[in-house]
């Protein structure tokens, strides 16, 4: 009880940053869930009669969770600014629940069950776009959540615990595939003279009608735990002192930090003058790095791999692609861990930086050895080098850099726009890698693998640079002291 007084309660803190995490977690599994279930997916619609289900089809449908994540992450300032961190996190629990069903069965009332036609691809389609409005929310609010609730000194490891969340979400959606999946095969599609074509359709006929969608409807068990949870939490004291709440902000900072509590809130009281400022009113560099920061983390290509892994590892022969998917995701947990336990040690920008470097060697290797049987495994280690570099550093360091930059009166407003850019460049990215994938200069070539690869390499090259020369190290500082350093360099 006198630790608790003196100090605050770390079991208290860290029990709220575990609710909020459950959004990363979400965000991590609404994302992945695609990767094993597009193949039924696309075996379904193709079955339609009242249209033809193109590769082009398809593209938009895998990505068209995104659209929702650009909305949601651009709606997210205005929401977090009047609606509070709080009510904004349990309206993306809702959309994520929403989401989870309407996916599973996008039939219900207006459509005849197992029927794929035009109409029923729009309303799957809806359905995706409702989730991603969800994870657009979870990845702007939840690291804004837990960066306002953290003390200065371990603010860095609780955010990177958010990125954990999303690694161990996309690694749970793995596994419950790969059970899902169990015994049946998945849809073996070919195209002939132009046309796509399953090649034994008997074999995959479960999945084909059925196995997609338990992939889609797993997902409403942990949004429903999300949206009940996070009404237990308290809000936010930064944002009830911007809304006047100052006995309740001091009631939550006295139960998280202690006898620190009255200095914490002066502290929040100096810097929050207003409810909000106006966007630029700390320099445009401030917003610049934001921006970039997203734009990187998402331009070195990272959830290509993610989104496809199967398809990357099937292309390499290997024989189970689920398999090396799920061992891929161990490795990013392993190294989310590496992220977390040093970022408060080691500091932001030597860690972005190492992981540049680590992503860019892995991606050279890859693309110097793809399509070369011999060197299978040296290809397998660039792919594990590669993303692995991506988990210890640019994964969570970013969602750090993100929630702890900007001053808290712009901060709603710039958090949302640097996340918008993420989720555009996420979507470019996404839809980008697989014709860049399969582009051939002569027949059977892999230009487009070392293309793809190679360009990747280069953009983590320039990531470390940009890294060096501009980002400011937040290590240790408190909110407030960000408002400080922007005023300087003004």
Not at 52 to 69: I, K, P, R
Not at 157 to 162: A, E, K, Q, R, Y
Not at 228 to 249: D, F, N
Not at 380 to 387: A, F, V
Request: aromatic share 12%.
């Amino acid at each position: 009880m006198i630790e608790t007084t003196q100090r605050g309660s770390r079991a208290y803190l860290f029990s709220i940053v575990l609710v909020a995490v459950i959004g990363g977690l979400l965000f991590g599994y609404d994302t992945a869930v695609i990767s094993g279930a597009e193949k039924g997916l696309q075996a379904f619609f193709m079955g339609a009669t009242d249209f033809t289900y193109t590769n082009a089809w398809h593209g938009f449908t895998c990505a068209s969770a995104l659209v929702g994540c650009v909305i949601g992450s651009a709606l997210s300032g205005w929401l977090a600014t009047n609606l509070g961190r709080k009510r904004s996190l349990i309206l993306a629990g809702v959309l994520f629940f929403v989401s989870a069903l309407g996916s599973m069965y996008p039939e219900f009332i207006f459509f005849s069950e197992g029927e794929p036609t035009m109409g029923l691809l729009i309303a799957f389609n809806i359905y995706r776009v409702i989730g991603g409005v969800g994870v657009g929310l979870a990845s702007a609010i939840c690291p804004m959540y837990i960066g306002e609730v953290a003390p200065s000194n371990i603010r860095g490891m609780l955010v990177s615990w958010n990125q954990f969340a999303i690694i161990f979400g996309q690694l749970v959606v793995y596994f419950v595939n790969f059970l899902i999946l169990g015994s049946h095969a998945n849809p073996v599609i070919e195209m002939v003279h132009g046309v796509n074509q399953i090649v034994n359709p008997d074999a995959a006929a479960w999945t084909t009608a059925t196995g997609w969608r338990y992939m889609f409807g797993s997902e409403a068990v942990p949004a429903g735990l999300f949206a009940v949870l996070i009404c237990l939490v308290p809000e936010t004291p930064r944002y009830l002192v911007m809304t006047g709440q100052e006995s309740r902000a001091l009631r939550v900072l006295e139960r998280i930090n202690g006898s620190a509590a009255g200095q914490i809130l002066a502290d929040i009281k100096n810097t929050v003058t207003v409810k909000t400022e106006r966007l630029f009113a700390y320099g445009y560099l401030c917003i610049f790095i934001g921006i970039m920061l997203s734009v990187f983390q998402q331009a070195i290509g990272i959830n290509a791999v993610l989104y496809y892994a199967p398809r990357i590892f099937g292309d390499m022969g290997m024989d189970n692609p689920m398999v090396q998917t799920v061992i891929m995701g161990v490795v990013n947990i392993s190294f989310t861990l590496i992220a977390v336990f040093t970022v408060e040690r080691v500091g932001r920008k030597p860690l972005l930086i190492i992981g540049s470097i680590g992503m860019a060697t892995g991606a050279f290797m890859v693309a110097a050895t793809f399509g070369n049987a011999a060197m299978q495994v040296v290809t397998m280690l660039g792919i594990m080098l590669y993303s692995a570099s991506f988990m210890m550093s640019w994964g969570p360091i970013c969602w750090v850099l993100i929630a702890e930059i900007f001053p808290n009166t712009i901060r709603g407003k710039a958090v949302a726009i640097a996340v918008a850019f993420q989720w555009i460049f996420n979507w470019i990215v996404s839809s980008t890698f697989v014709p860049m994938f399969n582009m051939h200069i002569t027949e059977g070539d892999h230009f487009g693998h070392w293309f793809t690869y190679g360009l990747y390499g280069a953009i983590c090259v320039a990531a470390a640079v940009f890294v060096w020369r501009l980002v400011p190290e937040t290590k240790g500082k408190t909110l407030e002291d960000m408002s400080r350093l922007w005023r300087k360099e003004q």
